[in-house]
């Protein structure tokens, strides 16, 4: 039999976690941007317009980074990631509480195992 993953035997849910992450790594970097620019940044700028353009970067990453910490796995129903899921969801390899992983086996991994 072969064995399940959440790429492979769930494709619909896969997707879904896909364009998740990716809106959570594009919301990331844009806040380093953020960060970097305004640390940079020499020219008086209205506090206001700082403001709102702040609330939306972290809006842009806060929105997808709750959406994939509240992420269910499809096997179990349980929350896939460990924890409070702030970073832990990009290394995490498997569902935290019935062990469905993220990708399928390798065969060469198969054969060491």
Known sequence: MEEQSLEKSFPKHWRW????????R??????WILVVAGATMQAAVSPFRVLLFAFV???LWAVPG????HFHCPCCGERFVW??????????SHCAHCGLPKYPEFPAERQKT
């Open 17 to 24: 976690l896909q364009r998740w992450s990716m809106l959570y």
């Open 66 to 69: 709750s959406q994939l910490r």
């Open 83 to 92: 924890g409070l899921g702030f970073f832990s969801f990009s290394f995490q």
């Open 57 to 59: 970067i972290l809006s």
């Open 26 to 31: 594009i919301g990331l970097t844009l806040v």
